[in-house]
């Protein structure tokens, strides 16, 4: 039978113990990917989509920095880190934004969550932002594409 990380011997939820672990220098990086409309393209300017309630990837940039660091709060069992950076990039291919958010510290556990939880709360800021235009929007592959500094390194590409 398999054994789960955060259930102790009663069965009961439990947040894994990283006491004895080794603080390493940590990495993680997710994406979500958010489809716009035509219109919503339309608006873009100096690289940023610009809607009456202002500049749509410096405010979805805020919402997932205040996200990441809030991720304990919002996901039962997370450590609660006090990450070292939070960075976001935003890029258009086509009618797609490509989110990545990528989050680091020196720790005992691992920061992936922080880096899923900020992109998935930047791609949501896009789209309460754009809705306004067409509530036509799609948000898509949220992932991990890489983590360093734990028990086993990930690295995804595309």
């Known amino acids: 039978m398999a054994e789960f990380s955060h259930l102790d011997s009663e069965n009961n939820p439990s947040m894994v113990d990283v006491g004895a672990k080794t603080v390493t220098r940590r990495t993680a990086t997710a994406q979500s990917i958010v489809v716009l409309t035509d219109e919503i393209m339309q608006q ?7 809607t009456k309630k202002g500049a749509v990837f410096q405010t979805a940039l805020i919402a997932g920095t205040m996200a990441a660091k809030r991720t304990s709060d919002l ?3 997370c450590h609660p880190l006090g990450l070292d950076s939070c960075k976001f990039s935003f890029r258009t291919e086509g009618k797609e934004v490509i989110i990545e958010c990528t989050t ?4 005992k556990t691992g920061v992936e969550m922080e880096a899923l939880v900020g992109a998935s709360v930047a791609a949501l800021t896009v789209y309460d932002m754009c809705k306004a235009f067409s509530h036509d929007l799609v948000i898509r592959e949220t992932r991990l594409l890489e983590k360093t500094g734990g028990k086993r390194d990930v690295q995804r590409h595309g």
Do not use: N, V
């Open 44 to 50: 873009m300017s100096g690289g940023d989509i610009q």
């Open 104 to 107: 680091s510290l020196e720790a």
């Open 75 to 77: 996901i039962p069992l």
